[in-house]
Nanobody, 118 residues
Framework: QVQLVESGGGLMQPGGSLRLSCAAP???????????MAWYRQAAGLERELVAS???????DYADSVKGRFTISRDNARKRVYLQMNNLKAEDTAVYYC?????????WGQGTQVTVSS
């Protein structure tokens, strides 16, 4: 069963912006709300890396490579998490994955491709 559904990826020129969205349609609110939500990415030939995370209380953390350019947010009522990506660079090209973690259980989405190229 698909737990998380990402959308919003695509092709963008360097310097442009994209907004990724992640929905958790099969997760009840009482489970979604306390979950740690995060975005990871995996570029071709590289390991998956953490891009940004947001706690149930709204505390955020970012990879150094995206600080000041990306913003993670969550809407608990809609059970969604977002990643606003500004000033995109070629090195941001990757498959972006949404994750939900509660305790020791981690769930992943299927990923959405982001390609930054002129």
């Amino acid at each position: 069963q698909v737990q998380l559904v990402e959308s919003g990826g695509g092709l963008m020129q360097p310097g442009g912006s994209l907004r990724l969205s992640c929905a958790a349609p099969r997760t009840i609110t009482s489970v979604f709300n306390p979950s740690l939500m995060a975005w990871y990415r995996q570029a071709a030939g590289l390991e998956r890396e953490l891009v940004a995370s947001i706690s149930s209380g709204g505390n955020t953390d970012y990879a150094d490579s995206v600080k000041g350019r990306f913003t993670i947010s969550r809407d608990n009522a809609r059970k969604r998490v977002y990643l606003q990506m500004n000033n995109l660079k070629a090195e941001d090209t990757a498959v972006y994955y949404c994750s939900r973690q509660l305790g020791s259980q981690i769930y992943w989405g299927q990923g959405t491709q982001v390609t930054v190229s002129s």
